[in-house]
């Protein structure tokens, strides 16, 4: 018989994602990228060589513009890999807290059925919002972690859960409403920002001895991947202790 791990039982939150098969995608993308940014790096290195050897001006002009257009080359390929891995992780515990709520036996009102009961259960299983003292707020962050104590999830999550997400996401809206050249105070806001979370997550190239394009880092990225195998195995976890014990128990 065939025995199913985790993983495997984490897919039972989801309707018809394809998980694996986005992940297959990301991982051949990022690897690509990799590869061509480890080319340009060795070209670059040797026109510095060249230069060096040939003492020749043009050819420091030829580096030297090599150098700044591969700032912009770094900066689109951190983008790209932001823009796939922020909308998974997005995705995947929005696609597991939907499931847990589908497979719950919530009732809000003695009307389960009703346009409010139905509503405010749709609203309580979103990890979009957090629920504050007086109010519900947009908060993926917070909304994450608080449905996470609420499903009983927290306990089988990593234990780096919320600075991943911060740094992750943080990043994400810098890129996506200001590019690859923020703006200078984003920029340095940036950089204090960072020093709250594990160091080796971002890099910067430089301009006056100050932040101008901010990257992630392979270190960071290799967490991101390994943080969605991660919360995989936690969800698959969860599955097992709430909905699949009589599958998990041994025949009798």
Do not use: C
Not at 15 to 40: C, H, K, M, P
Not at 194 to 199: H, L, S, V, Y
């Amino acid at each position: 018989m065939l025995e199913l791990d985790n993983r495997d039982y984490a897919h039972f939150y989801f309707d018809d994602y394809d998980l694996e098969a986005q992940l297959i995608a990301i991982r051949a993308f990022l690897g690509t990228a990799r590869s061509v940014e480890a080319d340009e790096t060795a070209e670059i290195e040797a026109l510095a060589e060249r230069a060096k050897k040939a003492g020749s001006e043009h050819l420091v002009g030829m580096w030297t513009d090599a150098v700044h257009t591969s700032v912009y080359h770094d900066a689109a390929r951190s983008a790209a890999a932001v823009g796939m891995l922020a909308p998974f992780v997005e995705n995947l515990f929005t696609g597991i807290f939907r499931g847990i709520g589908k497979m719950g036996e919530d009732r809000i009102g003695h009307e389960p059925n009703s346009a409010r009961s139905q509503r405010a259960q749709a609203l309580f299983w979103d990890p979009h919002f957090y629920f504050a003292n007086r109010e519900v707020k947009e908060d993926l962050i917070s909304g994450i972690v608080q449905l996470a104590e609420a499903a009983d999830l927290a306990a089988h999550l990593p234990a780096d859960l919320k600075p991943v997400l911060e740094a992750l996401f943080g990043y994400r809206n810098q890129v996506l409403h200001n590019g690859f050249e923020w703006p200078v105070e984003k920029r340095e806001a940036f950089g204090n920002r960072i020093k709250t979370w594990p160091a080796g997550w971002f890099n910067s190239a430089t301009t006056g001895g100050k932040p101008w394009v901010w990257y992630m880092t392979e270190a960071f990225i290799a967490r991101v991947l390994a943080f969605i195998d991660e919360v995989l195995d936690a969800a698959g976890q969860h599955v097992r202790l709430h909905y699949a014990q009589d599958e998990a128990a041994p025949a009798g």
